[in-house]
C-alpha cells in the first residue's frame, strides 16, 4: 500500500515504501502547490485503509465492528482532499459499505444496509461536491402524478437489499428516497420529468339544453366501446359531470379533450319536443310530502335560470314549460313533467331524500323505593265521678266514640205502668224492649288499627292501645317506545278517572248537574328523538306517572310525578332524568301535665304517636339507534324471549286449584313469528261460518 504526494515520488520514497511493506506513507507537501494525493492499495486490511484515509483527510472516523475485509485498489491520477474523499466513497461501495456523516463532523462507517437507518443528512437539492456514492435523504414533492403509483416503479431502481429506500406519504403527496447521492439525484431526476408528464389541464363545459349526467354517461359508452378510456392509456379523457351547476369536466391530453368536447357541443341541443315526463318510485318517503319540497326547489331553479339570462320575471327559459309535479298515493310515486335537466336535477334531489331513516328505541326507567315505620301507644281511661282521659294524637278510636256506641248498641228495656180508677180497678200497660243500633258500633270498632285492650269495674273504664306498622315498596316501570328520527312517540298505560269539574243545583237539589272531566292515570311517555353528529340522540321527553292517592269529601286525590326536560344522550348510554330522595320523621306526644313526665308510670297518662317514611324515586333514559334491519331485529328478540321467560315461568308454576289445565303461553321466537296456538283454529273457524252466512 502506498500513498505519495507532490507530482514525482523521489527514489528515497521508494525504497521507504518498500522497507514498510505494506504501511501507509504520509505524503510530504510542497512549499507552493495544493496537496494532492495518490493511492495503491493491494491486498489491504480494509480497516487500515479507512485509518490512511483518516489521516489524509484530517478527520475522525468510526469504524463499526462488523466491517471486516481485504481491498485491492490502485489510482495512477493526482486527487485533491475532495476527490480522495469521493475516491474512499467509491471504495466502501463496492465493497458493499458506507459512510454516514454526523453532524459534528465525525464520519461512521457501516454497512450499506444499515446506513439508511442512520442520522444521514436529508438534502433538498443535488450535492455541490463530487463524488456521487454519499448516503443521503430526500423528500420529492410530487404535484401531478399519485405517488401510490410511482413508488412501487421506483423501488426498482434502487438496492433495497442494501442502502437504497423509496416510501410515499400519501396525504402530502411525497417521496421519500433514501441511498447514495447519485442514485437519488437519478430519481429525482425521472420523478420530475414523469410529473411534467402528468400535467393535464382541466376543461368545464357547461350546458344549455342536455342533462351532464346522461351527457358523460353516452359519452363513457362511446370510450368503452373505443377502447380509448382504459387505465393504462395515456390519451384517454376523464369525463366527469357536476350536476350542481350542469356541467361536464374534462381531464386530460388536449386533442383528445378537443374530439370528446366536439362531441358534447353536438349533443347540447335544444328538443324539437319541450315536453318529457318521468315517474319516480318511492322506497322510504311519502310522495305527498315531497310534492311541496320539489315545486319549491323547481321554482328556485327556474328563477335563478331567468336571473342568469336576463328574462323578464315569470317568462319560462328558453320559452320552455314550467314543471309539474304530482303525486299518486295509490303506488306511492311521483309524476314529474318538465324539461330533462330540470328533471334530472328533482330526480336527484328525490334520491336524497328517499333514504332510510334511522329510527331511535328510547327506554324509560322509573324506579321508586319506599319504606315507611309507625308506631302508636295510648291509654284512656274514664270515671264516672272524676272525670276522664283521652287522647286523639294517634290512629285509635276515642272513649268518647266507643261509649257513645256502646250506649246506641244497649239499647232501652220496655217499661210497665199501672193505672187505677176512680172504682178502684188498676189498668196495667207496658212498652216493649226497644233493640239497640250496632251500626255505629261497628264503625267506631271497624277503625280501630292493632291491638285495644279494656277493663270496666266499679264505675271506672280504661283502654290500652297499641299498634306498630312496616310499608315496603319497590315499583319499576319500564315503558319503552321505538320511533323515527325527528318523530314524535307517545305511551300511556293507565285507566281513565273521571274527576268532577263543575256542578249546577236544580230543583229542588235532588238530582244536581255534574260536568265531569276524564282523566289519564298510569305510566306515560312522550319522546321526540333527533340523532345528531356522532352517534348522539337528542331528545325532548316528557315523562309521567300518575296514580290515586284517596278520596276527598268531594271528589279523589291524585298522586303525580313528571319529568319535562331535554336532554343529549350517547347511543347505547343510560343517563338520570330527575329524581326525588325524601325522608321524613315525626313524633307526637300527648300527655297529662307532672303525670305523663314520671318515668315508666307517666306512660299510663300520655299516647305517643311516631312515623317514619323514606322514599326514592329515580327515572332514567336509554335510547338506541337502530340504522339497519339487524339491529331492530336483535332488540325485538330480546323483548320477545323476556316476555316468553316470563309465561314459561308462569307455566311452570301452574294455575292454583287447575293442576290440569296450561296456562296461554307464547312460541318460542321464529323470525316469522308463527301465529300463537289456537289463533290459526279460530280464524278458519270465523272463515268457515262466514261462508256459511
Do not use: C
Not at 306512660?603 to 305517643?608: C, D, V
Not at 317514619?612 to 328478540?637: A, G, N, Q, W, Y
Amino acid at each position: 500500500m502506498a500513498i505519495t504526494k507532490g507530482a514525482k515520488p523521489t527514489l528515497a520514497a521508494a525504497l521507504l515504501a518498500a522497507l514498510l511493506a505494506g504501511s501507509p506513507l504520509l505524503p510530504t507537501q510542497a512549499a507552493e502547490q495544493p496537496a494532492t494525493y495518490s493511492a495503491q492499495f493491494k491486498d489491504t486490511d480494509i480497516n487500515e485503509f479507512i485509518s490512511t484515509v483518516s489521516a489524509v483527510l484530517k478527520k475522525t472516523i468510526i469504524v463499526d465492528p462488523s466491517v471486516r475485509g481485504k481491498i485491492d485498489v490502485r489510482s495512477y491520477e493526482q486527487m485533491t482532499p475532495e476527490e480522495y474523499y469521493g475516491f474512499f466513497q467509491n471504495v466502501l461501495d463496492v465493497y458493499g459499505f458506507a459512510v454516514v456523516e454526523m453532524p459534528n463532523g465525525v464520519l461512521k462507517v457501516v454497512k450499506a444496509k444499515d446506513a439508511k437507518t442512520g442520522a444521514i443528512p436529508v438534502v433538498e437539492d443535488k450535492l455541490k461536491k463530487e463524488g456521487g456514492d454519499e448516503m443521503i435523504t430526500r423528500v420529492i414533492q410530487v404535484h401531478n402524478v399519485p405517488v401510490r403509483e410511482l413508488s412501487p416503479l421506483l423501488r426498482q431502481l434502487v438496492d433495497n437489499a442494501g442502502a437504497g429506500n423509496v416510501v410515499h406519504y400519501d396525504d402530502s403527496n411525497v417521496l421519500i428516497v433514501t441511498g447514495r447521492s447519485a442514485v437519488v439525484d437519478r430519481i429525482d431526476q425521472i420523478v420530475r420529468r414523469a410529473d411534467k408528464a402528468g400535467d393535464q389541464e382541466v376543461q368545464v363545459i357547461k350546458l344549455k339544453y342536455a342533462s351532464a349526467t346522461q351527457v358523460v354517461s353516452i359519452i363513457n359508452d362511446l370510450n368503452k366501446g373505443s377502447g380509448t378510456n382504459q387505465g393504462n392509456n395515456p390519451l384517454a379523457v376523464k369525463v366527469v359531470a357536476d350536476e350542481r351547476t350542469n356541467s361536464v369536466v374534462l381531464s386530460g391530453e388536449a386533442k383528445a379533450r378537443d374530439r370528446i368536447a366536439k362531441t358534447i357541443s353536438e349533443l347540447d341541443t335544444d328538443q324539437q319536443t319541450t315536453g318529457n315526463t318521468r315517474v319516480i318510485y318511492l322506497q322510504y318517503a311519502k310522495a305527498k310530502d315531497l310534492v311541496d319540497v320539489l315545486q319549491g326547489v323547481s321554482d328556485s331553479i327556474q328563477a335563478e335560470d331567468q336571473q342568469a339570462q336576463g328574462q323578464a320575471k315569470g317568462a319560462a327559459r328558453g320559452g320552455r314549460q314550467q314543471v309539474s309535479i304530482k303525486a299518486h298515493e295509490e303506488t306511492n310515486a311521483l309524476v314529474i313533467t318538465g324539461q330533462p335537466d330540470l328533471i334530472n336535477n328533482l330526480a336527484n334531489v328525490v334520491a336524497k331524500l328517499d333514504i332510510r331513516r334511522a329510527q331511535v328505541h328510547v327506554e324509560a326507567m322509573i324506579v321508586e323505593i319506599y319504606d315507611g315505620d309507625g308506631t302508636d301507644l295510648g291509654v284512656q281511661w274514664v270515671s264516672s265521678k272524676y272525670g276522664m282521659q283521652q287522647f286523639s294524637n294517634g290512629s285509635f278510636p276515642s272513649l268518647t266514640q266507643i261509649g257513645a256506641a256502646a250506649i246506641s248498641a244497649q239499647g232501652q228495656k220496655g217499661t210497665s205502668t199501672t193505672v187505677v180508677s176512680a172504682d178502684g180497678s188498676k189498668t196495667t200497660s207496658s212498652t216493649p224492649d226497644t233493640k239497640g243500633d250496632y251500626s255505629l258500633l261497628a264503625q267506631v270498632l271497624g277503625s280501630v288499627n292493632g291491638a285495644m285492650w279494656g277493663v270496666i269495674k266499679n264505675n271506672w273504664g280504661a283502654v290500652v292501645q297499641a299498634v306498630s306498622s312496616n310499608t315496603k315498596a319497590n315499583i319499576l316501570s319500564t315503558p319503552s317506545v321505538t320511533t323515527l328520527d325527528n318523530k314524535e312517540a307517545s305511551f300511556v298505560a293507565g285507566e281513565d278517572v273521571p274527576l268532577l269539574t263543575g256542578s249546577t243545583p236544580s230543583s229542588g237539589n235532588n238530582n244536581p248537574f255534574q260536568t265531569i272531566q276524564r282523566e289519564q292515570l298510569g305510566v306515560k311517555l312522550n319522546v321526540t328523538p333527533q340523532i345528531n353528529k356522532g352517534d348522539a340522540v337528542q331528545l325532548a321527553i316528557k315523562q309521567e306517572v300518575s296514580s290515586r292517592a284517596g278520596n276527598t269529601a268531594v271528589d279523589i286525590t291524585l298522586n303525580k310525578r313528571e319529568v319535562n326536560t331535554t336532554v343529549l344522550v350517547q347511543d347505547g348510554d343510560t343517563i338520570v332524568l330527575g329524581g326525588l330522595i325524601d325522608e321524613d320523621v315525626q313524633e307526637s306526644v300527648s300527655k297529662v301535665p307532672i303525670l305523663g313526665d314520671i318515668p315508666v308510670i307517666g306512660h299510663l297518662f300520655s299516647s305517643t304517636s311516631t312515623s317514619k317514611r323514606k322514599r326514592k324515586l329515580m327515572v332514567f333514559i336509554h335510547p338506541t339507534i337502530v340504522r339497519d334491519p339487524d339491529t331492530m331485529r336483535e332488540i325485538s328478540h330480546t323483548k320477545y324471549n323476556l316476555m316468553y321467560d316470563a309465561e314459561e315461568k308462569r307455566r311452570q308454576d301452574g294455575i292454583s286449584l287447575m293442576p290440569f289445565m296450561d296456562p296461554p303461553q307464547m312460541p318460542a321466537w321464529d323470525d316469522n313469528l308463527a301465529r300463537p296456538p289456537g289463533l290459526v283454529e279460530t280464524i278458519v273457524k270465523k272463515e268457515r261460518e262466514q261462508k256459511d252466512d
